[in-house]
């Protein structure tokens, strides 16, 4: 049932639409011109204006802009004694819904508010989805398990500080960039820029100079104006260097200075700069072990390590995974207008099963794959793993029992490899990394 306002200044006109709609199981009100209805569209809720074209004062056409953008958004068919297709035209390009010719009959009506009915039927449950999501993502990181609740307490705690440097830690597809984030909006530094660098995605030479700026003329191929770095565009807000780890050993005690001093230097600059900016970092690395192997500086790692973050794999908070999964579910329908979907106990069970070596992302990406392939109302297995994989369960271990994180992912690029048939881009497309780290990770662990 409906709620419908007719607008027609032929009492017989207006009452014989009120008839035919509460025929039809509405209920009505009815207005002699435009402004009385929008007066009582002010003090009650419409779902649907039957709004006749030729009104004493403004006609329907003028009035139109103002009904649809009325606080309900009501839908809109517009009336017509007379045939005027440029018109008709005129008012579907304006946002009516339909377009009737009086006299109106009962089955050229009924039809009419059932399409439109039913497309802002779509729209409401597009709209709680949407609630629902932005209610979901509200936290730092969805889950209920108490390792996720304990991140968000850590969140908190370093928020309130405006200056110390966070160190996060997990391995990829985590969510490391989203704490990182959190931190930032939690903190009084939430109106001031949040900047974002990936160590890995750049060439070594470009590091520094995307880093800290550099003057006109500093190198070859460099801007006669110059250029900003990324610690400027950062100024008084935060700076988040992703995969610290693939800092160089220059660059890293570059970093640490700024880190001591509060001041940089652009390249070809003659003084420094000082700086008002939070150091957020995150690594997939063993920094300790790198720092045995001469690989990351010491200093720098305590410097980074003034308050740590890890953040858990998703295997180790499998209590999360079925409410992650019917998030992305709720996530992907609306983005794709599906209608209502839900998850076959089969599927939730294989996916509860997975290990999911590549951790959220995985699962995102994974869900996202599964709305596109379902064509029904319930995700299959088969849609969640069109490959046929047969999931692994919680405990097992693989084949040659080594169970560290390097193994394990050595393990993983190297399948993802053999099902890309080598295609490298390909392969760091699906394991949620750059090519510059893939290549960094096929080098470490000997995989050609």
């Known amino acids: 049932m409906a709620s419908i306002l007719v607008v027609d200044d032929d009492r017989g006109a207006r009452g014989s639409l009120s008839a035919l709609s509460r025929a039809l199981g509405h209920e009505t009100m009815e207005a002699e011109d435009a402004e009385q209805g929008l007066n009582l569209c002010s003090r009650t809720s419409v779902d649907v204006v039957l709004l006749d074209l030729h009104l004493p004062g403004r006609s329907g056409l003028e009035a139109l802009p103002d009904y649809l953008n009325l606080a309900g958004h009501p839908g809109v068919i517009m009336l017509t004694g007379l ?61 209920r398990s108490r390792m996720i609740l304990q991140v968000s307490q850590t969140i908190d705690r370093v928020a309130a ?36 660098l990936n160590c890995a ?9 995307e880093l800290f700026g550099y003057e006109g003329g500093a190198f070859t191929g460099a801007l006669p104006k110059g250029k900003e770095g990324l610690i400027a565009a950062a100024e008084g807000g935060s700076l988040f260097l992703d995969e610290i780890g693939e800092l160089p050993l220059d660059l890293q005690a570059k970093l640490l200075r700024v880190l001591q001093e509060r001041t940089y230097r652009r390249i070809g600059a003659p003084s420094d700069r000082r700086m ?19 690989r990351f500086r010491e200093d720098l790692f305590y410097r980074l390590n003034v308050m740590s973050i890890r ?12 409410l992650l999964a019917e998030h992305f579910v709720a996530q992907f329908r609306v983005e794709l ?25 995985e699962l995102r990406n994974a869900m996202e794959r599964a709305v596109l392939m379902c064509d029904g109302e319930e995700l299959r297995p088969e849609h969640v793993f069109p490959s046929g994989d047969h999931p692994v369960t919680q405990g097992s271990v693989e084949p040659d029992g080594d169970r560290s994180l390097r193994a394990m992912e ?23 990394v750059n090519r510059a780290t893939l290549y960094n990770k096929l080098k470490a662990y000997e995989l050609s």
């Open 311 to 322: 953040v858990p794999a998703l295997r180790e908070r499998p209590e999360d995974i079925p």
């Open 410 to 432: 050595r393990r993983l690029i190297s399948r993802v490899l053999e099902e890309v048939q080598g295609n490298r881009s390909e392969a760091a497309r699906i394991l949620g």
């Open 337 to 361: 207008g599906r209608g209502p979907l839900r998850i076959a106990p089969g599927a939730m069970q294989r996916i509860l099963a997975w290990r999911w070596p590549g951790n959220v992302r």
């Open 83 to 143: 045939a005027d297709i440029p018109t008709a035209v005129s008012a579907m390009r304006a946002g009516a819904s339909d377009f009737l010719e009086k006299p109106i009959q009962l089955e050229t009506l009924e039809r009419s508010l059932t399409r439109l009915l039913a497309g802002r039927s779509v729209l409401k449950e597009r709209d709680r989805l949407r609630g629902e999501v932005a209610r979901l993502c509200a936290g730092p990181m969805l889950g």
């Open 276 to 294: 008002d900016v939070r150091i957020l970092a995150s690594t997939n690395r063993d920094l300790e072990q790198m720092i045995t192997q001469g």
């Open 201 to 209: 995605a750049l060439a070594e030479g470009m590091l520094e100079a």
């Open 161 to 196: 500080t405006p200056r110390t440097t966070v160190l996060i830690i997990g391995e990829s597809g985590v969510g490391k960039e989203l704490v990182a984030r959190s931190v930032h909006e939690r903190s009084a530094r939430s109106s001031g820029p949040f900047v974002a």
